[in-house]
T-cell receptor
Framework: EPEVTQTPSHQVTQMGQEVILRCVPI?????FYWYRQILGQKVEFLVS????????KSEIFDDQFSVERPDGSNFTLKIRSTKLEDSAMYFC?????????????FGSGTRLTVV | AQKITQTQPGMFVQEKEAVTLDCTYD???????LFWYKQPSSGEMIFLIY????DEQNATEGRYSLNFQKARKSANLVISASQLGDSAMYFC??????????????WGLGTSLAVNP
């Protein structure tokens, strides 16, 4: 069964450093998402991406965040200058855009710890 | 604005018994989808079950069923014959109606389920 792959699974970084979280969505999917989940809290939408551009971003997704699909397969989330409050689990998801309930596939997440 | 409410922060159930996890939602859209996900302690998000707003029958997937009451805007998850491996966090989520190219999920706060032996 096709999977969404996220790397790394865990990352520890110093405050102020740049991090890039990587995702390989399912190959024929068209819509890509990043969500984050601060430990013990709800899952929050960050950004959606379609046709090589951002289709929506949340208030959380400020100028410190950016997304790219550099080579047609990878989908990356970059945090330019990490803050302590960026510590969270980051999930990538993709969907074909149809109405199939199974259309959303989540990666296993990257647990980011900012120290 | 669309919203998902899960009012049970934590639930306990005895092994082999059934448990219901509550979810209510708020939307003015006629077309929407409701999801339940399981998040074990390892952190991954596992899809359990889906209910479309136009589906006339309640969704079922093995031991999981969804008690969908559209007029009450509730979509409760029922887990039958609980197993120790069901201990996890459970999230209810709603997909927005087909609003352009964005179909993000809106999430509840989750319910932590502990299954006792």
């Amino acid at each position: 069964e096709p999977e969404v792959t996220q790397t790394p699974s865990h990352q520890v970084t110093q405050m102020g450093q740049e991090v890039i979280l990587r995702c390989v969505p399912i190959s024929n999917h068209l819509y890509f998402y990043w969500y984050r989940q601060i430990l013990g809290q709800k899952v929050e939408f960050l950004v959606s991406f379609y046709n090589n551009e951002i289709s929506e971003k949340s208030e959380i997704f400020d100028d410190q965040f950016s997304v790219e699909r550099p080579d047609g397969s990878n989908f990356t989330l970059k945090i330019r200058s990490t803050k302590l409050e960026d510590s969270a689990m980051y999930f990538c998801a993709s969907t074909s855009g149809g109405t199939s309930p199974h259309g959303y596939t989540f990666g296993s997440g990257t647990r980011l710890t900012v120290v | 604005a669309q919203k998902i409410t899960q009012t049970q922060p934590g639930m306990f159930v005895q092994e082999k018994e059934a448990v219901t996890l509550d979810c209510t939602y708020d939307t003015s859209d006629q077309s929407y989808g409701l999801f339940w996900y399981k998040q074990p302690s390892s952190g991954e998000m596992i899809f359990l079950i889906y209910q479309g707003s136009y589906d006339e029958q309640n969704a079922t997937e093995g031991r999981y069923s969804l008690n969908f009451q559209k007029a009450r805007k509730s979509a409760n998850l029922v887990i039958s014959a609980s197993q120790l491996g069901d201990s996890a966090m459970y999230f209810c989520a709603m997909r927005e109606a087909n609003a352009g190219n964005n179909r993000k999920l809106i999430w509840g706060l989750g319910t932590s389920l502990a299954v006792n032996p």
